[in-house]
């Protein structure tokens, strides 16, 4: 089942446009060498598919393609577009060096420049204003008082309804909307379609869809992944086992985990061992080499895994519909 369409926030959307590829198609690919069957032996394909992604020989990987429109506040734009591994091509921009910006991203946003931008803003719901989180310096934390929280909501409100009178002022004035559009806020809607490989979807969503990313940038990860995960079940599953799920450890980690290992196999001789010790065991295995309490955590969230799901859709999103 491939959803197509997801509504998000209060404006915005994930659409599928156009995509290219089946599961055998990596396999397809990477056989060309040897010029072996595909399809015939399904066990046998899985197999290798696994072995390429485990292994990292994921070149094979981009031949799949996904095109998606999607519309959303600028702010959530500027934070997928730290992912730059799509092809780009964005006529209102300038780069030093188009041709190296291009090999990473290929896309086309609508222009505020040559067009006057839709009267479409991001309000977020009462229950989105939170306080400053102290663990994440980026994140949020617990959510404000009420009143505070309706306080907010409607500064945010007002404010843009004065930005937006000043845009459309600027705009009778005759000004040129290159010009005219400067004051307009980071909630402003925009609308984009952008194409990638499914390896570089997958490097996005294996950034995008942790827990500690923006929500609202979290829920168009989510909708494009429902969507690459319909399109090409048994790539997912192997990128979802290896990666979403897996842990990739240093060389310091695992000396610090085959250190605690080699400690428990003592701490089960002792006979006045505590509920606790475990944990003490492993806090002296990795003090041992030089880790500070943050790198203790760090290492114990990779062991650990993610607590919930990441394919969990957030109240920001909503199917519209399926084929």
């Known amino acids: 089942m491939t959803h197509k369409e997801f509504k998000l926030l209060d404006h915005g959307y994930v659409k599928l446009v156009d995509h290219m590829g089946s599961d055998l198609a990596p396999l397809e690919a990477a056989r060309m060498s040897t010029d072996s069957a595909t399809g015939v032996d399904e066990d046998k394909d899985d197999?290798?598919?696994?072995?390429l992604w485990g292994d990292k020989h994921t070149s094979p990987f981009e031949m799949n393609e996904v095109v998606f429109e999607i519309q959303c506040p600028m702010f959530v734009l500027r934070q997928l577009d730290r992912h730059r591994t799509a092809t780009i091509d964005n006529s209102s921009a300038y780069f030093e060096n188009y041709d190296e910006f291009r090999k990473y991203t290929n896309r086309n946003e609508f222009s505020g420049r040559y067009s006057k931008m839709p009267d479409l803003y991001y309000i977020p719901p009462v229950e989105r204003i939170r306080a400053k989180s102290k663990a994440n310096k980026q994140g949020?934390?617990?959510?404000?008082?009420?009143?505070a929280q309706q306080m907010v909501c409607n500064v945010i409100e007002t404010?843009?309804?004065?930005?937006?009178?000043?845009y459309e002022t600027i705009v009778e004035e005759g000004v040129a909307t290159e010009i005219a559009r400067l004051p307009l806020p980071q909630n402003q809607y925009t609308k984009i379609r952008i194409k990638a490989s499914l390896l570089h979807w997958l490097k996005f969503f294996d950034l995008r869809l942790r827990g500690d990313v923006q929500e609202e940038t979290r829920s168009y990860a989510q909708a494009m992944a429902w969507v690459v995960r319909g399109l090409w079940p048994k790539c997912w599953d192997v990128f979802e086992e290896h990666n979403l799920y897996g842990a990739q450890l240093s060389r310091r980690d695992r000396q610090v985990v085959h250190e605690w290992i080699v400690a428990m196999d003592v701490y089960h001789e002792d006979s006045d061992r505590t509920a606790d010790a475990p944990m003490d065991v492993f806090r002296l295995a990795a003090q041992g080499f030089g880790y500070n309490k943050r790198q203790r955590e760090d290492l114990l969230r990779k062991l650990e895994g993610p607590e919930d799901d990441l394919m969990t859709l957030t109240s920001c999103v909503s199917f519209i519909d399926v084929e």
Request: glycine share 0%; hydrophobic share 40%.
């Open 47 to 51: 197999r290798l598919r696994t072995r």
């Open 140 to 147: 949020s934390a617990e959510p404000l008082e009420l009143e």
């Open 159 to 166: 404010t843009t309804a004065v930005i937006r009178q000043a």
